[in-house]
């Protein structure tokens, strides 16, 4: 037997988690209920009583979403995942695609699209500002894209585009609509089918209470049909939904990967919640506390980088660095003096603005006023 090494072998102490109030882009803090329901044995990939589980995911995701779309599913791993999922099946080689790019999320749209072999056109915003339907169409009639990629609420610059009505026009165009609602699903109003979306998906860990790593999908039955209508094999074997669709859907059910049952759990309990609440009540829920935000950061002296209330997310504010002000120190005395995480922008942001979620079950008045007093005390230092 050769000899075994033992340097690795230590025993380090128990895991010792700081309890932090995450008010960052995400992940927000688990629920409760979810961490209870994580805590459930583990079942099989292919267990009948897991199957069921999903099934009533997938139902509650249409809930969420306000779709009809059967082909709703979970991907395994986070909203990145989900988003190579839906660009993989829906841009096939030499297809036009055209982004709508109002900050970063839309910038990592792009680079999947040219990956993919998609003839990618964009068309640009400053950050913090979002497109009119007037500037979609423009581009809609310039580019003749097959398929148009927006994302809803924009984290990395606190914007919410506005969507209706873009659907109807995209199809007038015979064009796909892409939808990234990592963000928004779960905070902010968001109607599939009204808004006419062929494909959207999301994540688990901001609006929907859980931790990272199981990602909401959908595809109307349009998209559907350019997916089965597809000259190229999807370029990504685990993200192929025509592989995927055997072990989601149907009577005979057959391995594709080993599905996490705990995610399921996660999932079904976060969406519980938020059919118990009810989407309206819910929406209206993270309005509120984002408005008290507003108020007491205003109270401050402080400014929202996004000028307009109703283009602001209600679960992502951007908030404006004074000038003077250290922003990565002011962050990382609130983690280390208070255990709240927020976060910095980026690129075009970075040491602008500052970052706050407040994201499903984060979305609470005592977390606002908690934030609102820390930060108080940390910028009068
Ligand atoms: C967080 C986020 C993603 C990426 O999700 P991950 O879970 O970090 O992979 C994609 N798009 C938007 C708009 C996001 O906010």
């Known amino acids: 037997m050769p000899v075994i090494h033992v340097t690795q072998q230590q025993t380090f102490p128990q895991l010792d988690v700081p309890p932090r109030l ?4 995400g992940p927000a803090n688990t629920h409760p209920r979810v961490v209870q ?7 099989g990939h292919l267990d009948p009583v897991l199957l069921t589980l999903m099934g009533e995911v997938q139902e509650l995701l249409r809930y969420a979403w306000q779709t009809e779309n059967e082909c709703t599913l979970v991907i395994s791993g986070t909203g990145t995942a989900a988003m190579e999922t839906a660009v993989a099946n829906l841009v096939e080689p030499g297809d036009v695609v055209l982004v709508g790019v109002i900050g970063y999320f839309g910038q990592r749209l792009v680079e999947m699209a040219g990956r993919y072999g998609g003839k990618v056109h964009t068309i640009a915003k400053a950050w913090g500002e979002t497109f009119t339907l007037a500037e979609i169409e423009a581009a809609l009639v310039q580019y ?24 109807a026009l995209c199809h007038a165009h015979n064009c796909l609509f892409l939808t990234d609602s990592v963000t928004s699903l779960g905070a902010a109003p968001l109607f599939l089918d009204e808004w006419e979306i062929d494909v959207a998906y999301s994540c688990s860990q901001k609006g929907l209470s859980c931790p990272p790593g199981a990602s909401p999908i959908t ?12 000259k190229h094999k999807v370029g990504s074997w685990y993200f192929d939904i025509t592989l995927l669709r055997p072990y989601w859907f149907g009577a005979t059910r057959s391995y594709h990967h080993t599905m996490s049952s ?9 969406l519980r919640l938020v059919a118990e609440e009810g989407l ?6 993270h309005q509120a506390n984002a408005h008290m935000l507003w108020e007491g950061l205003a109270a401050l002296d402080l400014t929202c980088h996004v000028s307009d209330p109703a283009q602001r997310i209600p679960s992502l504010t951007t908030v404006r660095v004074p000038d003077g002000v250290d922003a990565a120190a002011t962050a990382k005395q609130l983690l280390h003096e208070y255990n709240i995480e927020i976060a910095g922008g980026f690129s075009q942001l970075a040491g602008k603005v500052w970052r706050i979620g407040l994201m499903g079950y984060n979305s609470r008045a ?16």
């Open 366 to 381: 005592e977390n606002v006023a908690l934030l609102l007093h820390a930060l108080e005390r940390v910028l009068h230092e």
């Open 22 to 25: 995450l008010l960052g882009p």
């Open 37 to 43: 329901a994580m805590g459930m044995p583990t079942l």
């Open 280 to 285: 309206e009540a819910r929406w209206q829920c």
């Open 144 to 167: 003749q894209p097959a398929i148009l990629m927006l994302v809803h609420a924009e984290t990395s610059t606190g914007a919410l585009q506005s969507l209706a009505s873009i659907g």
């Open 219 to 230: 595809f109307s039955p349009r998209a559907l049909h350019k997916l089965e209508n597809r």
């Open 262 to 270: 705990n995610m399921i759990y996660a999932l079904r309990e976060g």
